[in-house]
T-cell receptor
Framework: GAVVSQHPSWVICKSGTSVKIECRSLDFQATTMFWYRQFPKQSLMLMAT?????????EQGVEKDKFLINHASLTLSTLTVTSAHPEDSSFYICSARGTGDNEKLFFGSGTQLSVL | QKEVEQDPGPLSVPEGAIVSLNCTYSNSAFQYFMWYRQYSRKGPELLMY????GNKEDGRFTAQVDKSSKYISLFIRDSQPSDSATYLCAMMKEQLTFGSGTQLTVLP
């Protein structure tokens, strides 16, 4: 199946710093990428949807100035958590959807963010 | 009421048992139905993908969709300890909506 690479897999940072998470589709072009957040023992919560070359669409309650999403190419989307605080600590997962046989949704391996 | 309801478990079964995982949904607009497996601190892995009522089989896994009852199931035959994970149902119209996940443990 299609491969989605997400980096880093684990990051620890100090409060107030910014963290960038990358999501790449390795063997297909992703017309749409999604960013999710998952707390322990809970399901995935959609944060935002990004289409290549356009602004991301954020879900209600998600601060777009805090969670900056850039989808500059058909194979790369980035999520930047700006001025991170301990309450931003969570598991962040990206997914990518292509076209044709790759129209299904494939997930990255996730990034565990811990803000001290 | 949530759009997708899934019993969170936890569910423990002995090795070799048949496992039945279920979800119900309320939105008849959902067109695609998926089951994902998620190991701890990993991204979800797509197991099964269907868009019509009926059964779809892939190895030890069978996905069942009943659109009239708004009910989907995943059956795992001859369950193995390596099947121990959280199983998420998911449904799509424009976006994917997940169930809360069922934590499964298969005991050796």
């Amino acid at each position: 199946g299609a491969v989605v690479s997400q980096h880093p897999s684990w990051v620890i940072c100090k409060s107030g710093t910014s963290v960038k998470i990358e999501c790449r589709s390795l063997d297909f072009q992703a017309t749409t990428m999604f960013w999710y957040r998952q707390f322990p023992k809970q399901s995935l919560m959609l944060m935002a949807t990004s289409n290549e070359g356009s602004k991301a669409t954020y879900e209600q309650g998600v601060e777009k100035d805090k969670f900056l999403i850039n989808h500059a190419s058909l194979t790369l989307s980035t999520l930047t958590v700006t001025s991170a605080h301990p309450e931003d600590s969570s598991f962040y997962i990206c997914s990518a959807r292509g076209t044709g046989d790759n129209e299904k949704l494939f997930f990255g391996s996730g990034t565990q963010l811990s803000v001290l | 009421q949530k759009e997708v309801e899934q019993d969170p478990g936890p569910l423990s079964v002995p090795e070799g048992a048949i496992v039945s995982l279920n979800c119900t949904y309320s939105n008849s607009a959902f067109q695609y139905f998926m089951w994902y497996r998620q190991y701890s601190r990993k991204g979800p892995e797509l197991l099964m993908y269907t868009y019509s009522s009926g059964n779809k089989e892939d190895g030890r896994f069978t996905a069942q969709v009943d659109k009239s009852s708004k009910y989907i199931s995943l059956f795992i035959r001859d369950s193995q300890p390596s099947d121990s994970a959280t199983y998420l149902c998911a449904m799509m119209k424009e976006q994917l909506t997940f169930g809360s996940g069922t934590q499964l443990t298969v005991l050796p």
